[in-house]
């Protein structure tokens, strides 16, 4: 009879063990499917498929909003410690260093994504990081400009191209970063010329957009512009037979870190996260080798993870140098560049 007690004790013993271990199983797989909430300036049709693949991959859901950028930055404002965002995911760095210049994104310490981003892609003090790489480059008509009369942004202010140069609109953030990361280089006085220069050569009144300007580019109303690479891509998939190509400026110059102007989206940690662990989880993610292709690819961009290689599309334009300067200068200087502009006339 004792034995048969002692049985009894062992097996109730075991069975509580088994549940108590299945408790802290399902605790565990609680925690760490607490979701990770996103502000994101990337359009959703960018970014839904990745989400839904880490949730696939990791069991943490992610929840989203869209929205402009400069909506997604004065609702973090507005809503301070009640935000529910942990992520925010925008455009351009000029964007980035905003929201980590006014407290909005928190530095976090992470070997991975120092291993997978540039030191010039992402923010010194770990507040954000690049997650894809948009080139701003010289696009020109191929009937009428040989590619060796090109060489960088800065000898697009010289008579030769007097009425023959397209730009798209100072108002947009592109522009003024790329001025930001000129006057970064050069000085401001410099920078100024350069601009004016660009002014007295447009050919048209600026356009809203650089899909305009290149199909002003092919249409002969101008023969060269400034563009983001993805735009170019976008057109020469639906018109193939656009007489256009791109132009990598500056790559001969003297200067060592002078060369392409690159910007980046990128994300941050929120520095009222409710889930801060979560939200670098998820950007760590999002730069690693398995993810980076479907990051980049779906907008024609490049993989900031050096050890991933881009789209066969974004390959085929050819290999280039960017601009080593750390892109936070393009957030940095945007103010004065967009003075500078005004200054010179460019609208």
Same mark, same amino acid.
Request: avoid cysteine.
């Given at each position: 009879m004792p034995t048969i007690l002692i049985n009894q004790a062992d097996r109730s013993m075991k069975s509580f063990s088994k549940i108590a271990a299945l408790a802290l199983t399902l605790l565990a797989a609680a925690v760490s499917a607490q979701p990770v909430v996103v502000y994101s300036a990337r359009n959703e049709q960018l970014i839904k498929p990745l989400f839904d693949l880490y949730t696939q991959q990791t069991g943490v859901p992610v929840q989203f909003i869209t929205g402009s950028e400069g909506p997604l930055l004065a609702r973090l404002r507005a809503e301070g410690k009640s935000t529910p965002a942990d992520v925010l995911l925008t455009v351009d760095a000029g964007n980035l260093w905003q929201a980590a210049n006014e407290g909005l994104l928190r530095p976090v310490q992470s070997p991975a994504l120092q291993a997978n981003v540039p030191a010039h892609l992402r923010d010194p003090d770990g507040a954000w990081f690049g997650l894809s790489v948009r080139a701003r480059v010289i696009v020109y008509n191929t009937a009428h400009v040989k590619p060796q009369q090109l060489s960088t942004y800065e000898a697009l202010a010289q008579p030769q191209w007097h009425g023959r140069l397209c730009l798209r609109t100072s108002k947009k953030?592109? !522009?003024?970063?790329? +001025?930001?990361?000129?006057?970064?280089?050069?000085?401001?006085?410099?920078?100024?010329?350069?601009?004016?220069?660009?002014?007295?050569?447009?050919?048209?009144?600026?356009?809203?957009?650089?899909?305009?300007?290149?199909?002003?580019v092919a249409a002969g109303q101008c023969d060269v512009t400034?563009?983001?690479?993805?735009?170019?891509?976008?057109?020469?998939?639906?018109?193939?037979?656009?007489?256009?190509?791109?132009?990598?400026?500056?790559?001969?110059?003297?200067?060592?870190?002078?060369? +392409?102007?690159? !910007?980046?989206?990128?994300?941050?940690?929120?520095?009222?996260?409710? !889930?801060?662990?979560?939200?670098?989880?998820?950007?760590?993610?999002?730069?690693?080798?398995?993810?980076?292709?479907?990051?980049?690819?779906?907008?024609?961009?490049?993989?900031? !993870?050096?050890? +991933?290689?881009?789209?066969?599309?974004?390959?085929?334009?050819?290999?280039?140098?960017?601009?080593?300067?750390?892109?936070?200068?393009a957030g940095a200087r945007q103010a004065q560049a967009v003075k500078l502009m005004d200054r010179a006339g460019y609208r």
């Open positions: 953030v592109y !522009n003024q970063s790329l +001025v930001a990361m000129l006057i970064a280089e050069h000085g401001e006085p410099a920078t100024q010329t350069i601009v004016q220069g660009w002014v007295g050569n447009l050919a048209t009144p600026v356009f809203a957009d650089d899909t305009k300007a290149i199909e002003a400034l563009v983001n690479t993805y735009y170019f891509g976008r057109l020469k998939a639906a018109k193939p037979d656009l007489p256009v190509a791109i132009f990598w400026p500056n790559q001969s110059s003297i200067n060592a870190k002078s060369g +392409v102007h690159v !910007n980046v989206s990128g994300a941050g940690v929120t520095s009222h996260a409710k !889930n801060p662990q979560g939200g670098q989880k998820l950007i760590e993610w999002l730069a690693s080798d398995k993810a980076q292709s479907l990051f980049a690819d779906s907008n024609l961009e490049y993989p900031v !993870n050096p050890r +991933v290689p881009p789209a066969p599309a974004v390959a085929a334009w050819g290999n280039f140098k960017q601009n080593a300067l750390n892109v936070k200068e």
